[in-house]
């Protein structure tokens, strides 16, 4: 293993740790508890998320308030 190799692997070590100081496993199970059956199902069922879905390479881009 090479120094580069080390340094860059420190560094996105490091990075990735900054990013991650706030643990999203409690909101994310909580968003789930959230949940009620059969949210998103008129997207998740509709033929232009399938369309999207069946293409090679794709790119989904959500925005919008309550996504969670």
Do not use: P
């Amino acid at each position: 293993m090479s120094c580069a190799y080390t340094r860059r692997s420190l560094k996105a070590e490091a990075m990735l740790q900054w990013l991650c100081q706030v643990d999203f496993n409690d909101s994310h199970c909580e968003a789930l508890r959230a949940c009620h059956q059969g949210t998103c199902s008129w997207f998740l069922e509709s033929d232009d998320f399938k369309q999207w879905k069946a293409r090679d390479s794709s790119f989904l881009w959500i925005s919008g308030i309550g996504k969670s």
